[in-house]
């Protein structure tokens, strides 16, 4: 149960509280609404009074709906009332597990697809809500977010669509590049981290996991996720070590100059277990050549946490590397869409966001301080003194 101070439930909501969840984002949704439905019923009496009418509610889900034309075209449905109201967005640009008929032909949502359905649905509450929060955990275009030649900002264009459409902020999780919200510098941005969330997953998945200076270590796959890294290991009080990929800049495969090697700065490793913390695992090909690398150096137990889990190109290198033992646990979140198969997999742990979710549409609908939700120093220090106590618990 939460504390006042942590739901924030002495200050008066923003307006009625409204969740959208986008066609590929009703599982996580349903959960997000289970968590505010449970505390705002644990709440005293005297926040449901007539002040704020609809505070405590069976749901706080509004059904909405993309239908599309034989042609491929759609629109956007809401059935429900939203005028006045505080409402947050849900969607999984990433779940591509969703078809939809053009023609006499199946085709799969792709990102653009799911990000004109995002505008659609603003375009339908059409200015009537008092707020609207876009909650996009992984950040459509996000890694189109700087110019190097003649190309297009897909990010930064889309993030000034939807701001100019009125929406007022956009929430998203370990964007691939923060400074992207410059593009919107008079509206809200959040980028949230989930590392409090997988220092409790790995201890969920090894209870014998012990942070210590020299029997642990962070490492960054790539110099662009150092801030990352550093922070875990901060916060952990280990070492921090990162790879960084030396590219032949004569050739360029698939938009990007091939790696040619992966050079480890970083202290000894021998013996040691290893944290491998990235942003997002696409093909998997340099996760694993990382976890290769720490193996060669005498690594102990190796855990790969990516907060998102796109896995591109299949499972199968992951299963193989596994049985030969390169690496012992992979975690990743259930922010975007995960097959089935992967959840299946013994070598895999899922981490929950929909909790932190919660709170954090709790937080912002009562205009409270996300703060100490952005950097949760606080709980991961918890966190650790729990298991310091009791290292087999959680």
Same mark, same amino acid.
């Given at each position: 149960?939460? +504390?006042?101070?942590? +739901?924030?439930?002495?200050?008066?909501?923003?307006?009625?509280?409204?969740?959208?969840?986008?066609?590929?984002?009703?599982?996580?949704? &349903?959960?997000?609404?289970?968590?505010?439905?449970?505390?705002?019923?644990?709440?005293?009496?005297?926040?449901?009074?007539?002040?704020?009418?609809?505070?405590?509610?069976?749901?706080?889900?509004?059904?909405?709906?993309?239908?599309?034309?034989?042609?491929?075209?759609?629109?956007? $449905?809401?059935?429900?009332?939203?005028?006045?109201?505080?409402?947050?967005?849900?969607? !999984?640009?990433?779940?591509?597990?969703?078809?939809?008929?053009?023609?006499?032909?199946?085709?799969?949502?792709?990102?653009?697809?799911?990000?004109?359905?995002?505008?659609?649905?603003?375009?339908?509450?059409?200015?009537?809500?008092?707020?609207?929060?876009?909650?996009?955990?992984?950040?459509?275009?996000?890694? &189109?977010?700087?110019?190097?030649?003649?190309?297009?900002?897909?990010?930064?264009?889309?993030? &000034?669509?939807?701001?100019?459409?009125?929406?007022?902020?956009?929430?998203?999780?370990?964007?691939?590049?923060?400074?992207? $919200?410059? /593009?919107?510098?008079?509206?809200?941005?959040?980028?949230?981290?989930?590392?409090?969330?997988?220092?409790?997953?790995?201890?969920?998945?090894?209870? !014998?996991?012990?942070?210590?200076?020299?029997?642990?270590?962070?490492?960054?796959?790539?110099?662009?996720?150092?801030?990352?890294?550093?922070?875990? /290991?901060?916060?952990?009080?280990?070492?921090?070590?990162?790879?960084?990929?030396?590219?032949?800049?004569?050739?360029?495969?698939?938009?990007?100059?091939?790696?040619?090697?992966?050079?480890?700065?970083?202290?000894?490793?021998?013996?040691?277990?290893?944290?491998?913390?990235?942003?997002?695992?696409?093909?998997?090909?340099?996760?694993?050549?990382?976890?290769?690398?720490?193996?060669?150096?005498?690594?102990?137990?190796?855990?790969?946490?990516?907060?998102?889990?796109?896995?591109?190109?299949?499972?199968?290198?992951?299963?193989?590397?596994?049985?030969?033992?390169?690496?012992?646990?992979?975690?990743?979140?259930?922010?975007?869409?995960?097959?089935?198969?992967?959840?299946?997999?013994?070598?895999?742990?899922?981490?929950?966001?929909?909790?932190?979710?919660?709170?954090?549409?709790?937080?912002?609908?009562?205009?409270?301080?996300?703060? +100490?939700?952005?950097?949760?120093?606080?709980?991961?220090?918890?966190?650790?003194?729990?298991?310091?106590? &009791?290292? +087999?618990?959680?």
């Amino acid at each position: 149960m939460l +504390s006042a101070k942590e +739901s924030n439930c002495d200050v008066l909501p923003v307006g009625d509280l409204k969740i959208i969840a986008l066609p590929g984002c009703q599982k996580l949704g &349903q959960k997000v609404d289970n968590w505010i439905v449970k505390w705002r019923s644990w709440r005293e009496d005297e926040r449901k009074s007539s002040s704020v009418p609809n505070y405590a509610e069976d749901t706080y889900l509004v059904r909405a709906a993309t239908p599309r034309f034989g042609t491929g075209e759609a629109k956007g $449905q809401i059935f429900g009332s939203v005028r006045g109201d505080d409402v947050y967005i849900l969607v !999984d640009v990433c779940n591509y597990s969703l078809t939809y008929r053009i023609n006499s032909y199946e085709n799969h949502m792709s990102p653009d697809d799911y990000y004109q359905d995002l505008k659609r649905i603003v375009a339908a509450i059409g200015g009537k809500a008092r707020r609207i929060t876009v909650l996009m955990p992984y950040l459509y275009e996000s890694r &189109q977010d700087k110019r190097m030649t003649r190309e297009s900002l897909d990010c930064a264009a889309a993030l &000034q669509e939807l701001t100019a459409m009125g929406v007022d902020a956009i929430i998203t999780f370990d964007a691939h590049e923060p400074r992207v $919200q410059n /593009a919107i510098p008079l509206h809200g941005f959040d980028d949230y981290h989930c590392v409090y969330q997988f220092i409790k997953g790995i201890y969920k998945s090894a209870p !014998d996991f012990e942070v210590s200076p020299d029997k642990l270590m962070v490492i960054s796959p790539d110099e662009a996720g150092t801030r990352r890294a550093i922070y875990m /290991a901060n916060m952990l009080g280990v070492d921090m070590g990162m790879f960084y990929k030396r590219r032949d800049y004569t050739k360029t495969v698939r938009g990007e100059h091939p790696i040619v090697a992966h050079e480890f700065l970083g202290a000894d490793l021998n013996g040691r277990d290893v944290i491998i913390l990235d942003d997002m695992i696409s093909s998997g090909d340099r996760i694993l050549e990382v976890a290769r690398e720490m193996k060669s150096r005498n690594a102990g137990r190796i855990f790969m946490c990516a907060t998102f889990g796109l896995f591109t190109e299949g499972l199968e290198k992951f299963d193989t590397a596994y049985e030969e033992g390169l690496f012992n646990r992979l975690l990743t979140t259930n922010l975007i869409y995960h097959t089935p198969e992967l959840l299946s997999k013994p070598y895999y742990t899922g981490c929950d966001m929909s909790k932190f979710i919660a709170l954090i549409i709790d937080t912002m609908n009562h205009d409270g301080s996300v703060s +100490s939700l952005l950097d949760p120093v606080d709980r991961i220090n918890r966190l650790l003194s729990r298991h310091e106590k &009791q290292p +087999s618990a959680e």
